[in-house]
């Protein structure tokens, strides 16, 4: 066969461009770690990481979220376990004060430990977080309890000023959790039931030296303990949601990362003697070609 | 003529055969790297014999012709292979640009935009009053906006570098034919005359060339001319006159005569120009259509959501961002230039709610029905203005509703199942339909309290902590959507993936193409281009040859003289 110049010069050309952009591309995926550099190096797979690159993303923000919930919740448990042990306390009282021993002097220096004690509960149904009230449904700007005196001073009501729909967030796709409360349901209106409620007569029946009042707010008291362990406890419940949720949250990254990384990420050790062998084949190809380049019959004429 | 003089004319013969041969070979020596060059040998001949004393006597040796070695089958593979190879290179290139345009390696690419959007409905679902939240919100939404139209602008850019390289092909085509013309003319001339090797080398060459910009058909006529087709046989040329090829708008014409073209832009299937007109008629639209029903879904979607909920104050004075189209005022909504109007309820059953707030603390509500197929924008400013006249305006604003309270009062909406408020433009979240004019609505830029997170209660009251319709909004990317029949971020996996996909294909059609050019083209050389050795070869053969005439004239000469001392 006939062998042209041009022939072996486009040989060489061709041959020399293939093995360089060979060795370029293996030498891309060494330097920047991955396998998929553009969209067609491998677009099915490039999908897959897409998608997963998706969920990852919202997996992170699915987290922010619970975190945003943990706090709430974990004000309202701070916050309700305090009332808890302030009824406590108020029972203890009730107890006292029922005794038929006591004076009337007695019992009226009591109310004033009770007001105060109502001042605490209601400070504390007005608990903050992220700088939103938390009992107040989802007028969050909204202080949800204020106590209402009358002209000499005394307290008569604390109205509810929030709404009856709780705040929530969204912890999976389809899933929100209300970390917020309806404050009306936790402590009551304030005037017709509740912790308020009770509380203010407990304080009228003392002034009044009442000890049949006192009684009812001893049964009172009891009612509203159970109310607010419930509410505690339906806190505690959702709080054990968000970190079942977390930990799901977390195992799913740890998988999903792994197939991404599986996906896009270079196989280094792979690379680097995939660039090797490129590299010596480029080598041999330059040297060959150089041989073959030189050769000629003019050199022996 | 006999005897010694014989041999001197026979030896003088002979050496002028070794010089036009040695001739011949500096020529291919000389054009060992002109392209499509192929080389010449001499045609060596013996002289017809003559009688001479009763016998039959050799006369020497003469150059009869120089000969082209040309093989036209392989010539004529290569030049539509190359045509092939032309067009997927040039897509190769142009693939490569629209990868980089949706290159998913940076940190702003579109997908990443697309989840921090949602994730910036999450974060204000979170906090629903921040202010911190809804500016975040904001700047991720015209982010977003911004992505959209940079990715549909840079498409259409490159749509209009590709139109530039159309009409720079063009114009080379055009100056190729004409040269092929010419070219046709001096063959046809020099032919009658005797070989016109180099000169058909050259038309040659420029019939290659001329395949790399458009597939064409060539054959060589009787006269030696040659007349060169499109592929699809539109006429380029035919002997010495050459038909043009020029650029009207986006078409490309033929024109054959001063006065009369044909549009020829769907028949050009090969050659540069081929993949050029591939890529900006049938590829890069195919993914411009798919970002831009991206980009419509969202908007519509984010809106139809958005339309039902409430900021942390209502509106005084708001006009929509969508409008009718001039003079369709009186049109029915679906058949208006809405941006989205045919996604109105038609089924007679549609309505939105809007409230009035009268300053002191009163919410009262009013239904307004709307029926796409049936009622117009005129229809819906009559109805507003019966809620509470006087209070409450609405006016058509140069195709647009405009709603404004009197002072004092202000106003906001709920419940729309009619998708009348999203279509017009009323308290959405984005403004435009496709992907080169998305926007963030106007009316939120100035007062990001307007972005609505929640809804209003029952008694059309404003809760800040609401965060119904960020929650809403945050789901949106979970969900299929109908126009899209999956969801917002698988779509555009796909979009991406199939970019990916087309690339690929189309380089290993180049790299096909590649080899089987090369392999042709080696054949081409084998039996064309020219050998430096063989060359030598054949010099040293001449140069031989050209020795042993020159020692039969020395010989002859001293036979003259040994006659002449014969005293």
Sequence with gaps: ?301 | MSGISLILNTAKDALMTQQLAMDVISHNVANVNTPDYSRQTPTIQANAPASYAGLILGRGVSVTDVQRNADTFIENSLQQRQSDLSATSEKEVYMGVLEGIFNENSGRSLSSQMADFWDAWNDLSNNPSGEAERSALYERGSLLGQTFSDLSGNLAQVGKELNLSIDNGVEQINEMTAKIADLNNQIANMSAIGNANDLIDQRQHLVNQLSEYLDVNYYVNDDTTMTVTTGRGYVLVSRDDNYSLSLDGNAVKWESSASSTTDITDTIKGGKLGGWLDMRDTIIPEYNDKLNQLAGSLIWEVNAIHAQGVGLERMTDLTGTSWVGSGNNGVVLANTNLDFGNSIDTGGTGSFTIWLNDGAGNNTSSVINVDGDADSLDDIVARINLVSPGNLTANDTNGKLSITAANGFSFAFSDDTSGALAALGINTFFSGSDATGMKMNSNLESNKRLIAAGRLDATGQIASGDNTNALDLAGLQYRDTPALGDTLGNYLANLEGSIGIKSQSITRTKEYNEVIVNNLKDARNNVSAVSIDEEMTQLIKFQHAYAAAAKLISTADEMYQTLLEVR
């Excluded at chain 1, 007001?115 to 202080?143: C, H, M, P, R, W």
């Excluded at chain 1, 002209?151 to 929530?168: D, K, R, W």
């Excluded at chain 1, 970190?243 to 991404?260: A, C, N």
Aim: hydrophobic share 35%; charged share 20%.
């Design chain 1, 1 to 301: 066969m006939r062998v042209s110049n041009q022939s072996t010069y486009d040989a060489i050309k061709y041959q020399l461009s293939r093995t360089a952009e060979n060795l370029i591309n293996a030498n891309e995926v060494v330097t920047s770690g991955k396998r998929i550099n553009k969209l067609s190096d491998d677009p099915i797979g490039l999908v897959q990481v897409l998608s997963l690159r998706e969920s990852l993303s919202n997996m992170d923000q699915l987290g922010r979220n619970i975190s945003t919930g943990n706090a709430w919740l974990d004000a309202g448990e701070t916050a309700l376990g305090s009332v808890k042990e302030l009824i406590t306390d108020m029972k203890t009282l009730a107890i006292q004060m029922a005794n038929g021993t006591l004076g009337a002097g007695e019992r009226n220096a009591a109310a004033a430990q009770v007001e105060g004690t109502l001042e605490q509960i209601v400070s504390l149904a007005n608990t903050q977080a992220n700088g939103q009230y938390i009992f107040t449904g989802t007028k969050t700007d909204t202080k949800p309890f204020e106590i209402q005196r009358n002209g000499s001073g005394n307290p008569t009501s604390v109205p509810y000023s929030g709404n009856g729909t709780p705040f929530s967030i969204k912890i999976g796709k389809t899933t929100n959790v209300d970390v917020g409360s309806d404050g009306e349901a936790v402590f009551g209106d304030g005037s017709t039931g509740g912790i308020f409620k009770t509380l203010i007569d407990f304080k009228t029946s003392l002034e009044s030296n009442n000890v049949a009042g006192i009684t009812q707010a001893m049964t009172d008291l009891d009612n509203d303990f159970n109310h607010m362990i419930s509410k505690v406890s339906d806190i505690g419940t959702k709080g054990v949601r968000l970190d079942v949720k977390e930990k799901i949250l977390e195992d799913l990254k740890l998988s999903y990362t792994e197939r991404k990384s599986n996906l896009e990420d270079a196989d280094i050790l792979a690379a680097i003697s995939d660039v090797n062998s490129k590299e010596t084949a480029y080598q041999a190809a330059l040297a060959s070609s150089a041989k073959v380049m030189q050769m000629s019959l003019i050199d022996y004429l």
